[in-house]
């Protein structure tokens, strides 16, 4: 029925069955401290059952606590979380996908006292500490690290989270990065960081895939635009990134009306991830509300991208890809995009998210296994 949503593709010689993924979603399922939970496990066995042909875990830290985004991230930045990152990769893989890592260092958005950032720039009422060099190159290498513990660990592959105003993309950025050293001003100096960070990694893990969650617009008017992140793109292909998954906006452009209403409409990520194509020979992902397969069919037959990533709307119902296959469409349980942002919210709170398109006692179950 959708012949290219359901055509393979190989990313460095790890195939994809279909062209569905699952796109990193933050739902604060691991447990305290971190900590691979039972319930976190369930969450990525029904993702992976899903059909897609690979799930994307969620903002694992690579530099705790300094990194961490919030009070469940997952931990890379140790060897003693090698043993349930093993456990998670092996969970998604039974169900027969491919199992990515993301690795992220929050920044300036991190959960903590005094984060860290390129420059001191205003968060939310508070300013962070400006990094030194010596531990710039020292996050580096917290990347790289993380990614080979990815690997030892035995996932397919490893994301490394440049999107949602976290670190990597607090460099680029000409609104939060204000040096005036060899890592700001020019946007040459501004993409050395992510740059350097990638070659790093690629060195450290050698022929394994490396993908990149790319932002390509902040949506904020002094904010990174499409005309500085799509050099970006082609520098990072060139660094030996295997796919870039496109998205736009930030914590701080979210909650803009013109931003916020943009979230209602069915593939509203889409241009961002076509004019990142238009300039890059690697896999580019589209994600934002891509609700059916036919919008979905659509934009993989106009040769916009490669890939659709799936969040929300997988997490809604994860048997979007096995409905949207066998013709049955009016079955699925739709992402409303009327219902309050509910499930944010609760992350926003310290708390699990829960869908409330889920049936009761679905619901019963979760919070059940959180508890």
Not at 16 to 38: F, Q
Not at 214 to 219: R, V
Not at 233 to 254: H, K, N, Q
Not at 275 to 289: L, M, N, Q, T
Request: include cysteine; hydrophobic fraction near 40%.
């Amino acid at each position: 029925m959708y012949p290219h949503l359901f055509s393979p593709l190989q990313v460095r010689g790890r195939r994809l069955e279909n062209r569905i993924t699952m796109a990193p979603l933050y739902l604060g399922y691991a447990g305290e401290g971190g900590v691979v939970s039972p319930l976190l496990l369930e969450h990525y066995r029904l993702m992976a059952q899903s059909g897609v042909a690979m799930v994307v875990v969620e903002n694992a830290t690579v530099d705790h606590p300094l990194g961490d985004g919030a009070n469940r991230v997952l931990r890379a930045d140790t060897d003693e979380a090698i043993d349930g990152l093993a456990r998670l990769a092996s969970t998604i893989q039974d169900e027969g996908a491919l199992a990515c890592l993301q690795l992220n260092h929050g920044g300036r958005f991190a959960a903590v006292e005094q984060p860290v950032a390129p420059s001191e720039v205003d968060t939310f009422g508070g300013l962070p500490r400006t990094l030194t060099e010596s531990e710039i190159e020292a996050i580096r290498e917290k990347f790289a690290e993380a990614a080979k513990r990815a690997q030892k660990a035995g996932f397919d592959m490893v994301e490394l989270h440049g999107g949602t105003g976290y670190l990597l993309a607090q460099f680029i950025s000409p609104r939060t990065n204000k040096r005036n050293d060899a890592y700001g001003g020019s946007l040459e100096n501004r993409m050395r960081f992510p740059l350097e960070t990638s070659n790093r990694v690629r060195e450290e893990v050698g022929d394994f895939p490396v993908g990149y969650r790319f932002m390509a617009d902040e949506w904020l008017p002094d904010g990174l635009q499409l005309e500085e992140s799509q050099p970006l793109a082609r520098y990072l292909e060139e660094a030996g990134i295997d796919y870039l998954s496109v998205m736009g906006g930030t914590y701080e452009s979210f909650t803009l009306p013109e931003v916020a209403e943009q979230f209602r409409t069915p593939g509203y990520m889409g241009y961002l991830a076509k004019s990142v194509k238009d300039h890059v020979r690697i896999p580019v992902i589209a994600a934002g509300r891509i609700q059916s397969g036919e919008l979905a069919e659509r934009i993989l037959a106009d040769g916009h991208v490669d890939l659709i990533g799936l969040a929300r709307i997988l997490w809604a119902d994860p048997e979007w890809p096995h409905k949207v296959k066998e013709g049955r469409e009016e079955e699925i349980i739709p992402c409303d995009p009327e219902c309050g942002d509910v499930c944010m919210q609760l992350v926003m709170q310290g708390k699990p998210a829960f869908c409330p398109q889920w049936p009761p006692e679905k619901t019963r179950r979760f919070k059940d296994m959180f508890a």
